[in-house]
């Protein structure tokens, strides 16, 4: 059976009291759910919710990670910190960190490289802005972030990394792009992977799909054959939004 990956990026939301208790409300009903869930509390949280998930087969994910191993970057979280911790996965290159942080491709591809050198599992984020839509550049923009993204990664490494097609324009705005379109983009990301790694690892790649995914749409997208999953903010907040996705089957 094709398996599927799910995972909730909290953002910047929720006190450590909060947290807890939408993680262990998640771990009990999603313990026998059969996909892969993740989730990714702020790094405020990730201590208190690693406890709270202690013996449920909940990922936990972190949103972002610095570039360095450690050193004078203040206000910087490292991955050694994150792993401490019990993070096993993180989320690179969201496009809130593209765009209002700045990120470029080459950064988010040293945090890919060195989350993959200490076993973490990143999340790949990429996606273009309307504007870039509506110019036709779509291609051009996801092709580059991958390309980019990926430099340097192995295919051994590659194994352990997701993609997910976020397109800005549908990120927190309630608009969400047709499963039919999302599915050509994700196969367009596929056709990228193939020259990168081969028909193969790229047919094997999971691939998820985020920007407003909420209960009603889920099945629809999961339903695409280029869609293994979703990354999933606004309604990964709440149990009654977030368990009938991960659930979607
Ligand atoms: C996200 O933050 O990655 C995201 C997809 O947000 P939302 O589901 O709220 O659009």
Redesign the pocket.
């Known amino acids: 059976m094709r398996s599927y990956y799910v995972a909730g990026?909290w953002?910047m939301h929720k006190t450590v009291g909060e947290s807890v208790a939408l993680a262990k409300a998640l771990a009990a009903a999603l313990a026998d759910c059969g996909e892969k869930v993740m989730i990714a509390p702020a790094f405020t949280s990730l201590a208190a919710v690693a406890e709270a998930l202690r013996g449920s087969k909940l990922i936990l994910g972190a949103q972002n990670m610095a570039v360095e191993e450690q050193g004078a970057h203040t206000g910087e979280v490292s991955v050694l910190m994150l792993k401490d911790l019990g993070v096993r996965a993180v989320?690179l290159g969201?496009?809130?960190r593209r765009h209002t942080y700045g990120e470029s491709d080459a950064l988010v591809n040293r945090k890919v490289r060195l989350a993959l050198a200490h076993g973490l599992e990143p999340i790949l984020?990429v996606g273009e802005t309307l504007e870039e839509r509506e110019a036709g550049r779509l291609e051009e923009v996801v092709g580059t972030q991958l390309r980019e993204g990926l430099a340097g990664v192995s295919p051994e490494d590659f194994k352990r990394v997701t993609i997910?097609y976020?397109p800005v324009w549908?990120?927190?705005?309630?608009k969400?792009a047709t499963p039919e379109d999302a599915d050509s983009v994700h196969a367009f990301c596929r056709k990228v992977l193939a020259e990168l790694y081969g028909p193969s690892a790229a047919k094997s790649a999971c691939i998820q799909y985020?920007?407003?995914?909420?209960p009603e749409n889920a099945a629809a997208l999961m339903a695409k054959p280029n869609i293994d999953g979703?990354?999933?903010?606004?309604?990964?907040l709440k149990p009654e939004s977030f368990v009938p996705i991960a659930k979607f089957r």
Do not use: F
């Open positions: 990026n953002k989320i969201h496009s809130e984020c997910a976020e549908a990120i927190g705005t309630g969400t985020g920007g407003s995914v909420k979703a990354l999933v903010g606004g309604a990964s």
